[in-house]
């Protein structure tokens, strides 16, 4: 009778780990060079598709990081490693990630990534975490490489081998997931009836932040148009002062302008509220029959900007009560130089209304210029 075979040795998964560093750090740099034309691939083609993200980052594992992974056990057998070959299995050596700020986003990144890149695999966490009744941060997961058009420029050609993993997911679901290394519990199986409720609560509340944000942005584009269309149908009775809707209306009303910014839009609108308007109908029969340039040139000497002209429109238009009203009116060297440009229009024998917004009394006298 033959005697027993020994037992197979022990898998050394610190010699299978060291082995695999000591490869991968030769390699590491190229999987730097790689993540990073990933990610100016992505960064040139969101504005193409209209699309902005709140970040965009790319990075190669570091050697820690794909150490502990290399060493990882095999879940359905702990005796033997998870990846037998890990540079050629672990598919995350270059990664980016893409955090947008609404779920249609998401989505539209998706068309980009298909269009962008030879999508490999594409995991969406979410239907697993549903499916396997576990708790985990949403998000989709892609593993592409470069599409041969691509990989065949020389630029490229180094990385023509190579895969990188895409993540997106939105900013709310990016705070879930750098929070979740906190949480103890990963299954809801698991986790005590209270905290349950309150995870499930949480998670709930997360994902309705996110269609809220996306509602409320999809409801700002739709007003931003509306009031777009009503200031060049000339129905300014139904348009509430924003700065959109006030670059729409100097626009049509004093010529475009490109030099202005965004900020002085909103800072012009802030003030229009402050002196007490309160829509565009307001605006329009306080400065009718004042001729901007010309006002321009008496107080300065020269044509200003459109919302320095506009401003002196409203100037002549209220009268003292603008610098009484202005957000300015704290400074003693502004109001004294507002006095000044006041009394340059009476000199001129401009029209001064002495408009109170808002109350059709103010609204009386109509300039004759």
């Known amino acids: 009778m033959s005697a027993p075979l020994p037992p197979a040795p022990a898998f050394d998964f610190e010699a299978h780990r060291r082995q695999a560093v000591e490869r991968y750090q030769t390699l590491r740099p190229l999987y730097e060079a790689f993540a990073s034309s990933v990610r100016l691939i992505l960064d040139q083609a969101l504005p193409a598709d209209g699309l902005k993200a709140a970040s965009l980052e790319a990075r190669a594992k ?23 070959s890990p540079l050629d299995e672990i598919t995350d050596l270059a990664a980016a990630r893409v955090i947008t700020f609404f779920p249609r986003d998401v989505a539209a990144m998706d068309t980009l990534i298909q269009r962008e890149f030879e999508v490999l695999e594409r995991v969406d966490k979410a239907d697993v975490l549903l499916r396997e009744d576990r708790l985990g941060y949403q998000s989709v997961h892609y593993i592409v490489r470069l599409r041969r058009n691509r990989a065949t420029l020389p630029e490229y050609s180094r990385y023509a081998d190579l895969k990188a993993e895409i993540q997106v997911r939105t900013i709310l679901q990016h705070a879930w997931a750098e929070i979740e290394h906190d949480i103890q519990y990963k299954s809801l199986e698991t986790i005590p009836l209270q905290i349950r409720r309150r995870f499930l609560s949480l998670a709930g509340l997360l994902e309705l932040a996110d269609r809220e944000f996306q509602a409320v942005q999809e409801e700002d584009e739709r007003l931003r148009l509306e009031a777009r269309r009503s200031v060049e149908a000339g129905q300014f009775g139904s348009v509430e002062i924003t700065p959109d809707a006030l670059k729409s209306y100097l626009d049509r009303k004093l010529q475009p302008d490109g030099r202005m910014s965004d900020y002085s839009y909103e800072f012009t609108a802030r003030l229009l509220r402050q002196l007490g308007f309160m829509n565009f109908q307001q605006i329009d029969e306080a400065i009718s029959g004042y001729d901007d340039d010309r006002l321009s040139r008496l107080v300065s000497g020269a044509r200003q900007g459109q919302l320095s002209r506009f401003e002196t429109m409203v100037l002549a238009a ?14 003693p060297d502004w109001v004294t130089n507002e006095r000044s440009r006041l009394e340059a229009l009476v000199q001129a024998r401009v029209p001064i209304k002495n408009v109170i917004p808002g109350t059709p009394a ?4 109509t300039p004759d210029e």
């Open 362 to 365: 103010g609204l009386a006298t």
């Open 318 to 331: 209220m009268g003292e009560d603008f610098i009484r009203r202005h957000l300015f009116r704290s400074y």
């Open 62 to 84: 570091s050697l820690d990081s794909f150490g502990r992974k290399a060493k990882a056990p095999s879940e359905t057998d702990p005796s033997r490693p998870r990846y037998a």
